[in-house]
């Protein structure tokens, strides 16, 4: 490796914490017999997350995104592809109890994230004592630190979670979370639930504690406006497939595939002003996709082409900025 | 020259029973709709929005009970109508949408004779005529291929489509005023902006006021011509909707607007800090005494925490409930 | 916290039931087996027979007080092995799904489909007759309920967030379905369970009655029945007395399940939020 001393190294680049290569999650529907088909979740998915970042997953249903965070944390076996969590891979030969200690997972809804029988301390302290901690002092002080840290007071340990509201369970989820001090968090709509007028102290607080612990987080969200505030970059998915993927500016500034753009437009805008061209219908049946590239259907910009032959693979567009689509580069001149 | 207003309420007040004790749910709540205008009402949970809605309608239910107050529609007063005075009144002149229309829709039931029924319920049409009539509302809700559509049942039919269909429901006979709740929090964002496009159009067309809620005050604003904002119970802000966001006058309102990480803000201002509001939001059971929103309130003085703040009327028809506003 | 009557009443009457049977040496006047003397046959309840003696001369009382130990046994510990075989079967089933459900669901259906006491009848009549029997019996005969309400359970449990938390945790299988389902599960098993008691009771009794449970001389409520069958017009008391045991057990043991399914639930348990 490195010999002795006199090369001045630049600043290394943060390095890779998680990628996942050619996903896809096929999921068997229909009888045991005839009429057996396969419902591709995800299709074939990039992704790379580095270290300290925040990557903004956005779709609607049926994109498969949910389906994607499951892999990752090793709940979904994939049908093909892999996943590297911290360069060990995440599948059948990952241990679940190291798989824990790296990545863990926030939940959308409060009021079913938590069990209604345990107190806060059982609820933080359980997973503390599986992953081996036995000293019950230890326990109790990293109970009260991560309290802290997420903003209730010690004496919230003793409560059951029909005590609080909506934003402090959250903030228990959360606690939870990074108990076990992992490297990457999932964070599946992780203010949808909340009430508006306190979704700013969560995302504040999840913002806060990526810098504080060093954290990366792969958002999922549908709230555009949250995606652009938390994420450093973003990819957004259609029909089990990603379709461009870019940093946060570059795809909430100059977004270049039509549907992106569509996303983008749909999004009233408090000022009346108008943000692009709109899509109509609706997404299709991931059984029985449209032929060719599955947007066609929608886009504003569709040509024979597009129905006739499947979109590319992501091809770049510019630095770190990739599109899945066939007149990406025409459209953007 | 004023029009009167298409539906005028005033002093409105909800009741909650619980357990052995009666809590006001929504009170002094007073606004107009004008004739073919959209007013949208937003807050979060527990402010009464919805309730509020159901009042006006009609259809509040043990434990809620509407205990106050004048509903004015059309100059005529609706809200002690006996039950069969008001089920003529829904659906021909007041008309409802909800936010979740699967369980708004009868599942054993084709989708084109629930719109029929209305034709037959409210304008004595014949089944025949009326489930023509029932394509064509299929059609003017930008259902593709209408006369198949007609005949699916409501689990056959997408999201989108099942919402599309209860608009066309509501608007069949034309009524003069429809409420719709929360209509798109349930769906895709892209089906949202369609939904949203087709009430509007609609509405328009016919001439139907529509009394907008949503959580969402983004969206409000950009779909109504003016706006109510809920909090506990009360209305504590009325502004016309491009004021909201510009000049907010109450706490409430000025918090939200900065509190929420609105799109395309990030990229004029770089990343701020989201200015956040304190506290949680009050349920019924624990309105704080004096101004219902002091506990959380930047501004908040002595005079708020034993005074609850009476209107006080806004430049350009607008009304706002705060000792400190501004 | 919501006391209703029910639970009142019931636990009341299930409390005198149990003390009846635990200071039954105590309580009683005369050994129920032993002392039977035929001058005091078919004796009408007063004077130092409370409730009269039986066709043997045995005193009714005190074999009253002494059957209420075995119901008690019976109850309690057959309904003791059918929870636990059912919440074992039930829970797996509905949390892993899959052909170990397939197989679950199946046995339930086949055991749902031939009536209990039948079942229990036609195990009784292989086994010895018996209280050890008779508790095998009826504990393997009874826990398709339990199992159906445990799998439901489970069914509905395992998709809320804290579930997948602990999965996400790291935690095992086992661990979760003990530590997270278990728990959220207990109020309706335990309704169930003590229903169930009631049920076991009546079993008892019919097949003792019928010379399949407890053999006589011992004093089960449903052997005293079996015996009185001659004498129902001559001397009613023979019958009346265990007929009302039985009738008070098993009414108190029902209302006191529906009292406790009143309080059992989450929001209940911790008074008013």
């Known amino acids: 490796m490195g010999s002795c001393g006199a090369i001045i190294m630049a600043e ?68 093909r592809g892999r996943i590297l969590l911290d360069g060990h891979e995440v599948g059948a030969g990952m241990d679940r109890m190291a798989r824990a200690r790296i990545a863990q997972l926030v939940f959308q809804d409060p009021y079913s994230s938590l069990n209604p ?7 933080l302290a359980t997973p503390l004592r599986l992953h081996g901690m036995t000293d019950d002092g230890e326990i109790d002080a990293r109970i009260a630190a991560m309290l802290a840290q997420v903003g209730l007071r010690p004496e919230h340990a003793a409560r059951y979670p029909h005590e609080f509201s909506g934003g402090q369970r959250q903030r228990i989820g959360i606690a939870r979370a990074l108990i076990l001090r992992p490297k990457v968090v999932l964070l599946d709509e992780p203010v949808s639930a909340l009430d508006v007028s306190i979704r700013a102290q969560i995302i504040n607080l999840l913002l806060e504690l990526k810098d504080a612990f060093r954290l990366s987080y792969i958002m999922i969200s549908h709230d555009l406006g949250v995606v652009e505030h938390m994420s450093d970059r973003v990819a957004v998915m259609y029909l089990g497939r990603v379709v461009e993927t870019g940093p946060w500016e570059t795809i909430f500034t100059r977004p270049r595939h039509p549907y992106t753009r569509a996303l983008i437009a749909a999004i009233p805008d408090p000022f009346g002003r108008t943000r692009g061209v709109k899509v ?32 590319p693979g992501l091809e770049a567009l510019g630095a770190d900025h990739l599109v899945r689509c066939r007149r990406a580069a025409e459209l953007a001149a | 020259m004023s029009a009167a207003p298409l539906l005028q309420v005033d002093d409105l007040r909800i009741d909650l029973a619980l357990g052995d004790e009666r809590f006001a749910a929504v009170q002094d709540v007073s606004f ?3 004739r073919g205008e959209t007013f949208g009402l937003v807050g979060e949970s527990g402010c009464g929005k919805s309730i509020t809605a159901l009042a006006l309608i009609g259809l509040l239910r043990p434990p809620l009970r509407l205990a106050g107050g004048t509903v004015r529609l059309d100059g005529r007063e609706i809200q002690s109508l006996r039950a069969a005075e008001m ?95 929360e ?47 809920m909090y506990a119970g009360r209305i504590v802000e009325t502004r016309a909707a491009e004021e909201v966001f510009r000049a907010p006058s109450h706490p409430y309102t000025s918090g939200l607007v900065a509190s929420l990480p609105l799109l395309g803000a990030r990229a004029k201002e770089g990343r701020r800090r989201l200015k956040e509001i304190a506290g949680v939001v009050p349920s019924v059971a624990g309105f704080p005494h004096g101004c219902r929103f002091h506990p959380r309130c930047g501004r908040a003085s002595d005079l708020c925490r034993e005074d609850d703040p009476g209107p006080t009327p806004l430049p350009g028809d607008g009304l706002v409930r705060c000792h400190h506003h501004g | 916290m919501r006391i209703g009557a029910n639970l009142v009443i019931g636990g009341t009457l299930f409390a005198l039931v149990v003390i009846a049977g635990v200071l039954a040496p105590w309580l009683a006047h005369t050994d129920p087996v032993m002392d039977a003397n035929l001058m005091n ?128 945790l790291g935690y095992g299988d086992v661990r979760i379905m003990v530590t997270q389902l278990l728990p959220n599960m207990l109020g309706p098993i335990i309704v169930i369970g003590t229903l169930g008691m009631g049920g076991a009771v009546l079993a008892e009794a019919a097949l003792s009655f019928l010379g399949l449970g407890i053999r006589p001389p011992f004093p089960s409520w449903g052997s005293m029945l079996s015996d009185a069958r001659d004498q129902i017009t001559t001397a009613p008391w023979i019958s009346i007395f265990p007929g009302l045991a039985i009738f008070i057990t098993v009414l108190g043991l029902n209302l006191l399940g529906d009292g406790l399914r009143d309080i059992l639930d989450p929001q209940g348990r911790a008074g008013k939020a």
């Open chain 1, 12 to 79: 290394p680049a943060p390095e890779t914490i998680l990628k996942v290569e050619d996903l896809a999650v096929h999921f068997p529907v229909g009888g045991y017999f005839r009429g057996r088909r396969s419902l591709p979740a995800v299709d074939g998915v990039d992704l790379e997350l580095k270290k300290g970042e925040c990557l903004g997953v956005v779709g609607e249903s049926g994109c498969g995104k949910s389906t994607l965070a499951l892999s990752i944390l090793g709940l979904q076996a994939p049908t």
């Open chain 1, 117 to 123: 029988r345990q107190t806060v301390r059982a609820t």
């Open chain 1, 280 to 311: 109509t219908g609706e997404v299709p049946n991931p059984l029985d996709p449209p032929t060719g590239c599955s947007f066609h259907p929608r886009c504003p910009e569709a040509r024979a082409i597009c129905r006739e032959r499947p979109a």
């Open chain 2, 32 to 34: 107009s709709i004008g």
């Open chain 2, 87 to 181: 089920r003529r009144l829904r659906g021909k002149r007041i008309s409802m949408i909800f936010q979740e229309p699967m369980t708004a829709l009868n599942p054993v039931s084709p989708v084109g004779r629930q719109i029929a029924e209305m034709f037959v319920l409210h304008e004595g049409a014949t089944w025949q005529e009326a489930e023509r009539r029932a394509v064509e509302a299929l059609a003017s809700v930008r259902v593709a291929a209408p006369e198949r559509r007609a005949k699916d049942y409501p689990h056959q039919l997408s999201g989108g489509m099942r919402q599309r269909v209860m608009i066309a429901i509501a608007l069949a006979c034309s009524p003069d005023l429809l409420l719709a709740d």
């Open chain 2, 183 to 229: 209509p798109t929090t349930a769906l895709d964002v892209t089906v949202q902006a369609e939904i949203l496009d087709l009430v509007r159009d609609l509405c328009a067309a016919k001439g139907t006021a529509v009394l907008m809620i949503s959580h969402d005050l983004g969206l409000i604003a950009n779909a109504c011509r003016r706006v109510g904002v």
């Open chain 3, 41 to 168: 046959a078919e004796e009408p309840p007063g004077g130092a027979f409370w409730f009269g003696t039986d066709a043997q001369g045995r005193d009714i009382y005190s074999r009253v007080l002494y059957g209420a130990r075995i119901s008690l046994t019976v109850g309690i510990v057959s309904q003791l092995i059918n929870t636990v075989i059912g919440v074992c079967l039930g829970l797996s089933a509905g949390y892993w799904g899959g052909w170990w459900d397939d197989f679950v669901s199946g046995l339930t259906n086949l055991v749902l489909a031939i009536p209990s006491l039948i079942f229990a009848l036609a195990l009784m009549a292989i086994l010895t007759p018996g209280l050890t029997s008779l508790l095998i019996a009826l504990g393997l005969t009874n826990w398709s309920f339990t199992c159906r309400l445990a799998r439901a359970s489970a069914l509905s449990l395992k998709s809320q967030g804290y579930v997948q938390a602990a999965k996400v």
